[in-house]
């Protein structure tokens, strides 16, 4: 098979390719991305040069450029990872989270429907959901609850996955969706909490953490949530729409602590700051359905997971110092 993931350079995107390209050698991969700010080819280092794998530099919402891709490469199915993704940014520019998120997937999909291509995935987040009280614990996000995003970020999202559903249903394009909970792991951008405060605390800065700390997030390790993508677009049934998730419920303040004391540093570097406008409380995922559509489920531990991912950050240093 023939497959495009855009946002390849990207960190989930990047890590799908290293799975995909181990996993699977007898597909072929076309990586296409536009390496904003947040691509870093230094993520695919190794696998630059393999036969079965193409970078092309280019943008989402370019007609022109996606119209002769699809031409020339013939795709089967389609993995649509590239995105504005950061939610402070989407608060500050909110236009580049419509152009890249909105008209960027829906650019694809037309390409996509134009040139037969078999199936179209398109990654979403939990956080279309918007948000669960803090105090009901029992409380899980459902694929069946309605959309309600809190932020620029999650609008975007949950407005491109409007469309997703639109052209299944006008057009009859084959389309899938998985919508998954805060991922962590190697190659993420240092803005993101995880890789900010184990670079933050390596270099004894002080760790800013939004408000009273408290609100919660479920993490779920980046190789379980490509392993879920990767079951989905090759068993997957046409139109399914299955929610991701750890059922790792950690807050933000405890995640920092763990971090801190796995690096052995102190709590003192620990700095409350301003809270974030319109900031999502809790996030909550029931996974049920990936796992009986797909007998998915997480293999990594939390703790095993950000034991590995401080390993990660510091052992490639040269990675992030280049970035930042
Ligand atoms: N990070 C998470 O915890 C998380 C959780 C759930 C869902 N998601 C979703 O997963 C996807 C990937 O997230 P990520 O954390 O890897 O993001 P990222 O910001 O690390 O990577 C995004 C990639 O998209 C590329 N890109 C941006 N605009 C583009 C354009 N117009 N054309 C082509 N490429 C473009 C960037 O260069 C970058 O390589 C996003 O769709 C995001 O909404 C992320």
Redesign the pocket.
């Known amino acids: 098979m023939n497959i495009l993931v ?10 799908f390719l290293h799975y995909e390209i181990e996993n699977h050698p007898e597909d072929r991969f076309v990586n ?9 080819l230094d993520s695919l280092a190794s696998i630059e040069g393999k036969p079965n794998y193409r970078f092309v530099k ?5 007609r022109e450029l996606l119209y002769s891709l699809f031409r020339e490469e013939d795709f089967d199915i389609v993995v ?7 939610v402070d940014r989407s608060i500050t520019d909110p236009d580049i989270f419509v ?3 909105v008209l ?1 997937t829906v650019t694809l999909m037309d390409a996509s429907k134009e040139f037969g291509v078999k199936r179209f995935h398109q ?5 279309i959901y918007g948000d669960l009280p803090l105090e009901r614990k029992d409380l899980l996000f459902t694929e069946d609850m309605p959309y309600n995003a809190s932020s620029p ?1 999650s609008a975007s ?1 949950a407005s491109a996955e409007l469309f997703v559903k639109a052209y299944g249903r006008t057009y009859g394009l084959d389309i899938s969706i998985s ?6 792991g190697p ?3 240092p803005e ?1 909490l995880i890789p900010n405060t184990i670079i933050k605390a390596l270099n004894d800065e002080k760790i800013p953490v939004y408000g009273d700390g408290l609100n919660v997030r479920d993490w ?1 390790y ?1 190789e379980d ?1 490509v392993r879920a993508v990767d079951m989905m677009i090759r068993n997957g049934h046409s139109g399914s729409i299955c929610n ?1 998730g750890g059922h790792n419920e950690i807050s933000n303040i405890e995640l920092v602590k763990d971090l801190l004391d796995c690096l052995g540093k102190p709590h003192s570097l620990i700095n409350f700051v301003k809270d974030r406008p319109g900031h999502d409380r809790r996030y909550a995922i029931n996974a049920d359905k990936l796992e009986r559509e797909a007998g998915w489920r997480p293999l990594t531990q939390v703790q095993e997971g950000i034991k590995r991912t401080v390993s990660w950050y510091l052992e490639n240093e040269d990675w992030w110092k280049r970035i930042i």
């Open positions: 855009t946002g390849g350079a990207g960190f989930i995107g990047s890590n296409l991305d536009l390496l904003t700010y947040a691509g870093n280019g943008d989402i919402c370019d649509n990872f590239a995105a504005e993704s950061h152009r890249t998120n960027g990654i979403s987040t939990d956080e970020y999202k919508r998954c909970s805060n991922n962590y190659y993420q951008h993101k779920l980046v949530h991701i």
